[in-house]
């Protein structure tokens, strides 16, 4: 009982191939992998698996305090469920980049990407970032380029430089990131469109734009950026602030009203979630089948 259609192969093959055309690829943000089913069925391009979500989904700071196994399980769950690429944040790469390609490539995402920010990090939107040398950083590259076993698997290295050395380090950062062999450019709190601009004109290869709302960067329309020459685009918080704003307004009206009777319109609905994780499908007799299919998050695709 498969009910995706793609292998992690496939699904990585696919996602290189689209990142070739002029389109813009889009990847919301998956807080869980209900959310991921919800983010295909709507039609968007890949799923994308926030460091920062993860460390909120916790109850903890985005300070580098999750570790590998926490969210390397967490983003193999949110990739199985889906036919779509999932690329998820190592941060600054747990401590070990061999080990952390390893295990992220087996769990079956499509791609990784990896700051340049010391150990104790903070949110890319936030001030008073620390960087490890340009040097340190290379050799981080070199060493996940090396450990991958999949050619396609994406290896994204991602700069805080623009907030902390300005933009023109950061376009020697990532030249330097590029002939260090990484796939795609992550260039973090870039302010606006001349920045989103000299970016692309200074670089050759896959760029990644991050439209995280209530940062540094303007918030930039698919349109813009498809003319700005970037290649993918990511939602890092957007649903997780969604459900969350949601969840805190209908819990006060409940604590309020003693009641659920005035928020029952803005909840999705039974037969709407039985839709969306395929009820029927599982509605099974073969009890040993299913549970195979529930273990296979646990093997590599």
Same mark, same amino acid.
């Given at each position: 009982?498969?009910?995706? %259609?793609?292998?992690?192969?496939? =699904?990585?093959?696919?996602?290189?191939?689209?990142?070739?055309?002029?389109?813009?690829?889009?990847?919301?943000?998956?807080?869980?992998?209900?959310? +991921?089913?919800?983010?295909?069925?709507?039609?968007?391009?890949?799923?994308?698996?926030?460091?920062?979500?993860?460390?909120?989904?916790?109850?903890?700071?985005?300070?580098?305090?999750?570790?590998?196994?926490?969210?390397?399980?967490? !983003?193999?769950?949110? @990739?199985?469920?889906?036919?779509?690429?999932?690329?998820?944040?190592?941060?600054?790469?747990?401590? $070990?980049?061999?080990?952390?390609?390893? #295990?992220?490539?087996?769990?079956?995402? +499509?791609?990784?990407?990896?700051?340049?920010?010391?150990?104790? %990090?903070?949110?890319?939107?936030?001030?008073?970032?620390?960087?490890?040398? =340009? /040097?340190?950083?290379?050799?981080?590259?070199?060493?996940?380029?090396?450990?991958?076993? &999949?050619?396609?698997?994406? *290896? *994204? +290295?991602?700069?805080? @430089?623009?907030?902390?050395?300005?933009?023109?380090?950061?376009?020697?950062?990532?030249?330097?990131? /590029? !002939? @260090?062999?990484?796939?795609? *450019?992550?260039?973090? @709190?870039?302010? $606006?469109? !001349?920045?989103?601009?000299?970016?692309?004109?200074?670089?050759?290869?896959?760029?990644? +734009?991050?439209?995280?709302?209530?940062?540094? !960067? =303007?918030?930039?329309? %698919?349109?813009?950026? /498809?003319?700005?020459?970037?290649?993918? #685009?990511?939602?890092?918080?957007?649903?997780?602030?969604?459900?969350?704003?949601?969840?805190? &307004?209908?819990?006060?009206?409940?604590?309020? $009203?003693?009641?659920?009777?005035?928020?029952?319109? =803005?909840?999705?609905?039974?037969?709407?979630?039985?839709?969306?994780?395929?009820?029927?499908?599982?509605?099974?007799?073969?009890?040993?089948?299913?549970?195979?299919?529930?273990?296979? &998050?646990?093997?590599?695709?």
């Amino acid at each position: 009982m498969h009910f995706t %259609k793609k292998t992690v192969v496939e =699904k990585r093959s696919d996602l290189i191939k689209k990142l070739q055309s002029k389109k813009l690829l889009r990847f919301p943000g998956a807080y869980n992998p209900l959310c +991921a089913k919800l983010i295909a069925e709507i039609g968007f391009d890949g799923v994308y698996v926030s460091g920062g979500v993860m460390s909120n989904d916790l109850g903890l700071p985005d300070i580098g305090l999750t570790s590998l196994e926490q969210v390397s399980y967490r !983003s193999s769950q949110i @990739a199985r469920v889906t036919d779509l690429p999932t690329i998820v944040d190592i941060d600054t790469g747990f401590g $070990d980049c061999k080990k952390t390609i390893e #295990v992220f490539e087996n769990k079956g995402l +499509a791609g990784c990407h990896l700051e340049d920010q010391v150990a104790e %990090k903070r949110c890319g939107h936030l001030d008073n970032k620390e960087l490890i040398s =340009k /040097e340190e950083m290379i050799k981080k590259i070199q060493e996940c380029v090396k450990s991958r076993k &999949d050619k396609n698997f994406l *290896i *994204i +290295a991602r700069t805080d @430089a623009n907030t902390v050395e300005g933009l023109d380090k950061t376009i020697d950062r990532i030249k330097s990131y /590029e !002939s @260090a062999g990484a796939d795609m *450019i992550f260039p973090e @709190a870039l302010k $606006d469109e !001349s920045d989103f601009e000299k970016v692309r004109k200074n670089t050759n290869g896959f760029l990644l +734009a991050n439209m995280t709302e209530f940062g540094k !960067s =303007k918030l930039l329309d %698919k349109k813009q950026l /498809e003319n700005l020459g970037y290649n993918l #685009v990511i939602y890092p918080v957007t649903t997780q602030r969604l459900a969350m704003k949601s969840a805190e &307004d209908g819990l006060k009206s409940i604590f309020k $009203d003693g009641h659920q009777n005035n928020i029952i319109d =803005k909840m999705q609905t039974r037969k709407r979630l039985y839709e969306l994780v395929e009820y029927e499908k599982y509605n099974t007799p073969d009890k040993k089948k299913l549970q195979i299919f529930l273990l296979r &998050d646990t093997n590599n695709e």
